[in-house]
């Protein structure tokens, strides 16, 4: 009897949070959520004998600032699903080797796009019709990542950069013809950017010690590049304090890939036996105490 | 021990540029070891950029695609970085204007008169609004880009609207809403509008001001404005805490509002107790509204 009646209890409770649950990925929610103010506001106006003439105006703001709150939140949160997948695209490329390119490559790709279709199309939606600077503070990180991502997959296959207007052109399609897209800023296109010479340098270290010398030194010559449009553009951006500390950061992983090729250049000679006459000056110029 | 090492690779690496002759430690590092411990500068940068490879490369097409586009971005910066000039100007001119609202509202902890404080005080309100007004026009050319620079003149109209509403409350013993405080200044809120959380920093600092002021007014014999200004931050502390706020600045400013009504409560027992507040019983409510 006792035991019965607790079973029923417990599948009671069991049931409540499930239909809560369900009542709150609905559209119910909606309709609460816009209920809510109202019956603040009814409050308000039955109290209004007793004078606090302020609550009225008052849950006007709360309502904003619940909604932009929430607002954010799911911003922030879409941002780092970003991040995390972002990051597997990543790792991926990096299981790059000399004879499984095009599968690694076309898996990276693969993931990449799907990253696009889940998550940013939700930051998209999320965005939609806003002002994109206002809670660029939430998604900055993600859409960093994803720029990372996007032109660490590009440059492996086609060697070259990947530019923000293709970028926002791919985003196009995800958001509504009638808004406004979305469109990636230029400055977190050029703070992944900066990002993405960390994992180039990750990938030449890789390549260098798989033997494919060629590609290393395409890297190299890539994120010099890289590089050195960056140094004349980075006192000019916003809030540049980031950006400076990523120059260092980033000059720092230039010169590690210059130094493997060094390394491979000057005692490894036998496994690239052509190479031109300027690599000679390139070992006076850059270490002259070895004579 | 290590700094020792590295300070002594880096003046052998900027020497060695010049041909001197190579310090003994340095043969006791494999050379690219040397070049990872050794700190950015700009001979190695300029070395990186024009090395070996550096010739060869902007006859490829990639280099110069990537190039035209960080052109094109520099432009894009350079343009941002003007208008962040402009906005930034016109931020000062507020800065100013308000600096000349808050002297000559100042006044009224001299006891002056207050209709005669808020009319001088009153006179800078307008060139405020005409200065909005101009970055309200500079911010139309860039659609969609309010919150980009808004941080350019986000504590300029915290302190207007500060201002605003202690006048305001001076005038009429309310609270100055944010619709009140958009049309004060001119603004349309489908274009320039006032951030909410600005005009609420703003009420909090306007806050900060009223135990000053309630000190000042008892001095100079008004009992019972205490009580009303009382009145006032507690509806106004009450209303605030109907908001969930965020671990940001607004919140802070509010946990600093409860000190506010600290003080005043302490004025209004001071007072009190020593039976100086003639009418200031609580129950006498009735019209004691922007009389004082």
């Known amino acids: 009897m006792f035991k019965s009646l607790a079973v029923h209890n417990l599948s009671i409770m069991a049931s409540k949070p499930q239909r809560l649950r ?86 990276a790709e693969k993931d990449l796009a799907a990253v696009m279709d889940q998550h940013i199309a939700r930051l998209v939606k999320e965005l939609q019709g806003t002002d994109f600077w206002k809670l660029r503070r939430a998604y900055s990180p993600g859409v960093q990542e994803y720029i990372e991502a996007a032109t660490l997959c590009n440059f492996c296959k086609t060697g070259s950069l990947l530019n923000l207007d293709q970028i926002n052109a791919s985003l196009q399609p995800l958001s509504d013809p009638s808004v406004e897209p979305l469109q990636i800023n230029l400055l977190d296109y050029l703070l992944g950017l900066a990002d993405l010479t960390g994992e180039l340098m990750r990938l030449a270290i890789g390549r260098i010690s798989d033997g494919e010398l060629e590609f290393a030194q395409k890297i190299c010559r890539f994120v010099r590049e890289i590089y050195r449009e960056l140094l004349l553009i980075a006192p000019k951006m916003e809030d540049s304090s980031d950006m400076k500390s990523k120059m260092d950061v980033m000059l720092q992983s230039v010169m590690k890939i210059e130094n493997a090729c060094f390394s491979v250049h000057v005692r490894g000679s036998e496994y690239i036996p052509l190479l031109g006459s300027e690599d000679t000056s390139f070992s006076l110029l850059g270490v002259p105490e070895m004579e | 021990m290590k700094s020792v090492f590295r300070s002594a690779i880096c003046t052998t690496l900027s020497f060695s540029l010049r041909s001197l002759n190579p310090t003994p430690p340095l043969s006791l590092l494999p050379p690219h070891l040397a070049f990872l411990h050794h700190k950015p500068s700009p001979f190695t940068s300029m070395a990186s950029g024009g090395g070996e490879i550096g010739p060869q490369a902007p006859s490829s097409p990639t280099v110069h695609t990537l190039e035209k586009q960080f052109d094109e971005f520099r432009h894009q910066l350079d343009d941002s970085g003007s208008l962040r000039e402009r906005i930034r100007s016109v931020a000062q001119e507020i800065e100013s204007a308000t600096r000349l609202t808050q ?65 305001h409350w001076l005038e009429t013993g309310a609270l100055l809403l944010h619709a009140e405080a958009e049309e004060k200044l001119g603004l349309k809120p489908s274009e320039f509008g006032l951030d909410i959380e600005d005009y609420l920093v703003g009420i909090c600092f306007m806050s900060n001001d009223l135990p ?45 509002m409860k000190y506010d009504l600290r003080r005043v409560e302490e004025v209004y027992y001071d007072v009190k107790i020593r039976g100086l507040a003639t009418n200031g019983d609580t129950k006498g409510e009735l019209g004691d509204v922007g009389q004082s």
């Open chain 1, 22 to 107: 369900h009542l709150a990925e609905s559209t119910v929610l909606q309709a609460a959520a816009a209920k809510k103010p109202r019956t603040m506001t009814t409050n308000a106006a039955a109290s209004d004998s007793d004078p606090n003439p302020m609550k009225e105006a008052f849950s006007k703001y709360a309502s904003y600032l619940n909604d932009l709150n929430d607002k954010r939140e799911r911003v922030v949160k879409a941002s780092r699903d970003i991040t995390m997948n972002s990051k597997k695209v990543i790792f991926q490329v990096h299981r790059i080797s000399k004879n499984n390119k095009e599968e690694v490559l076309e898996k």
């Open chain 2, 212 to 256: 000053r002021y309630v000190v000042n007014q008892v001095t100079a014999g008004d009992y019972d404005c205490p009580r009303k200004v009382m009145k006032f931050l507690t509806d106004l502390h009450a209303a605030f805490r109907m908001l969930n706020l965020r671990n940001d600045f607004l919140r802070k400013k509010f946990d600093g």
């Open chain 2, 103 to 167: 002297s000559s509202l100042l006044l009224i902890h001299q006891s002056r008169p207050i209709p005669e404080v808020l009319e001088k005080a009153k006179g800078q309100i307008g060139v405020v609004r005409e200065l909005f007004s101009k970055l309200a026009d500079i911010i139309r050319e860039y659609p969609g880009q309010y919150y980009r620079y808004h941080g350019d003149w986000k504590s300029e109209t915290q302190t207007v609207v500060s201002l605003l509403a202690f006048m």
